[in-house]
């Protein structure tokens, strides 16, 4: 049994780090700054294609995600909160011997301070990331690289996120998939990305975990 957690918008709450990052560098770039609410669907794909999306596919992506990132490694990333009902969650999931890993479209080093800092670490058995290059940050490639890393069956393993991404990365390696609506994708979206179940609370997240991780093959599906 192996649960694949993505993060932001799933065991966190990133909004307001993430959203003031994103100012900072629209404001150092000299470009109109949106109110917080207007950014939220950052949350959740990789950094760079939300940059490229937000500024036309300038030139000025790359210097965008520099600025970002030089404030969220900061401060940004602390400005952060763990959803209620999420430690309580991973320990029952621990206690009951599922293998739990991160995969998030995040910087992997910012991804260990923020689970560091929350002690969410304990937990799991390995935190995996994008790189400062970008590599892995499409949850396609991410999944795949646990995969050869940690050379487990997707067919007993979930991936459990709040975008249509984590649904997608999911699906195009072998997984079945949970969409969480506490987080900053639509139930139309989770829906149409091809999640296996629809869960409101993490307080109900356990059982179709341990449903979905049994030993029903899947085929990866072709990307």
Same mark, same amino acid.
């Given at each position: 049994?192996?649960?694949?957690?993505?993060?932001?918008?799933?065991?966190t709450?990133?909004?307001?780090?993430?959203?003031?990052?994103?100012?900072?560098?629209?404001?150092?770039?000299?470009?109109?700054?949106p #109110?917080?609410?207007?950014?939220?669907?950052?949350? &959740?794909?990789?950094?760079?294609?939300?940059?490229t999306?937000?500024?036309?596919?300038t030139?000025?992506?790359? #210097?965008?995600?520099?600025?970002?990132?030089?404030?969220?490694?900061?401060?940004?990333?602390?400005?952060?909160?763990?959803?209620?009902?999420?430690?309580?969650?991973?320990?029952?999931?621990?206690?009951?011997?599922?293998?739990?890993?991160?995969?998030?479209?995040?910087?992997?080093?910012?991804?260990?301070?923020?689970?560091?800092?929350?002690e969410?670490?304990?937990?799991?058995?390995?935190i995996?990331?994008?790189?400062?290059?970008?590599?892995?940050?499409?949850?396609r490639?991410?999944?795949?690289?646990?995969?050869?890393?940690?050379?487990?069956?997707?067919? &007993?393993?979930?991936?459990?996120?709040?975008?249509?991404?984590d649904?997608?990365?999911?699906?195009t390696n &072998?997984?079945?998939?949970?969409?969480?609506?506490?987080?900053? &994708?639509?139930?139309? #979206?989770?829906?149409?990305?091809?999640?296996?179940?629809?869960?409101?609370?993490?307080?109900?997240?356990?059982?179709?975990?341990l449903t979905?991780?049994?030993?029903?093959?899947?085929?990866?599906?072709?990307?």
């Amino acid at each position: 049994m192996i649960a694949l957690f993505d993060l932001d918008g799933t065991l966190t709450d990133p909004k307001a780090g993430i959203t003031r990052s994103v100012q900072y560098a629209l404001d150092r770039l000299g470009r109109p700054v949106p #109110e917080a609410d207007e950014l939220t669907w950052m949350i &959740g794909p990789p950094l760079i294609a939300g940059f490229t999306e937000l500024l036309g596919g300038t030139d000025e992506v790359q #210097e965008a995600v520099r600025l970002y990132r030089e404030r969220y490694g900061d401060v940004g990333l602390f400005e952060n909160e763990v959803y209620a009902g999420i430690p309580s969650l991973l320990q029952n999931l621990h206690e009951r011997g599922v293998r739990l890993y991160v995969a998030t479209s995040k910087l992997h080093i910012f991804a260990r301070r923020i689970l560091d800092h929350f002690e969410l670490s304990r937990f799991f058995i390995e935190i995996y990331g994008s790189e400062l290059d970008n590599r892995n940050a499409d949850k396609r490639d991410l999944i795949r690289h646990i995969l050869e890393q940690e050379r487990f069956d997707p067919a &007993g393993a979930v991936m459990i996120g709040d975008r249509k991404h984590d649904a997608i990365g999911a699906r195009t390696n &072998g997984l079945a998939s949970i969409g969480v609506t506490w987080g900053y &994708g639509s139930r139309q #979206e989770l829906l149409d990305a091809g999640v296996a179940r629809l869960v409101d609370s993490p307080h109900d997240l356990a059982e179709p975990i341990l449903t979905l991780t049994g030993t029903t093959p899947r085929q990866a599906a072709t990307p």
